[in-house]
């Protein structure tokens, strides 16, 4: 074998190892670019969990803040909170809902026209305010209220008789 011939097949050879190590570094490549994808995929699905499951016990919430205000409306037109003067009461809803409800009460009385001529006609306008939460204490739960998973929605009606 001739000098030049051995000089063109080591020379061959010593390209052929450079490619060789360029699509080891190109795989390498792709494979980190493949696992920041998968990492947030997976990042993007929790969170969309939990904004899920944030989303159910804001509605959970509501409809107890809702229930509470029924409860109230209710003692106060045909129960024992005729007067309803700062009146306030916590529903533990727990067992059912995993709610408690603080429910309160007030009233003003106001004249509106005549009932019969020189005799006012008096009303009374009830606003039933009925907080929901999901803690173990009383609500508004001013200890809890910036941590995850915690949930508290307000409901306010007013009535008159």
Known sequence: MTDARLHTITRTRT?????????????????VVL????????RFGSVAQSTSAQAVLASRALQAARGGTEWGLYQAFKGSWATCAGTSQTLDLRT??????TVSCDSQ???????????????????ITA??????????????????GYVERSRLVQASN
């Not at 696992?35 to 997976?42: K, Q, T, W």
Request: charged letters at 15%; a positive charge.
């Open 35 to 42: 696992a920041a994808l998968a990492a947030a995929v997976v």
């Open 15 to 31: 390209h052929r190892q450079a490619q060789r190590g360029f699509g080891a570094i190109a795989a390498l490549i792709v494979l």
């Open 96 to 101: 059912d809902t995993g709610f408690r409800v």
């Open 131 to 148: 907080v929901a939460c999901n803690s173990t204490g009383a609500c508004p739960d001013n200890a809890r209220a910036g941590t995850p």
């Open 109 to 127: 009385t106001f004249n509106e026209g005549e009932s019969a001529p020189g005799v006012p006609n008096k009303v009374r306008l009830f606003t």
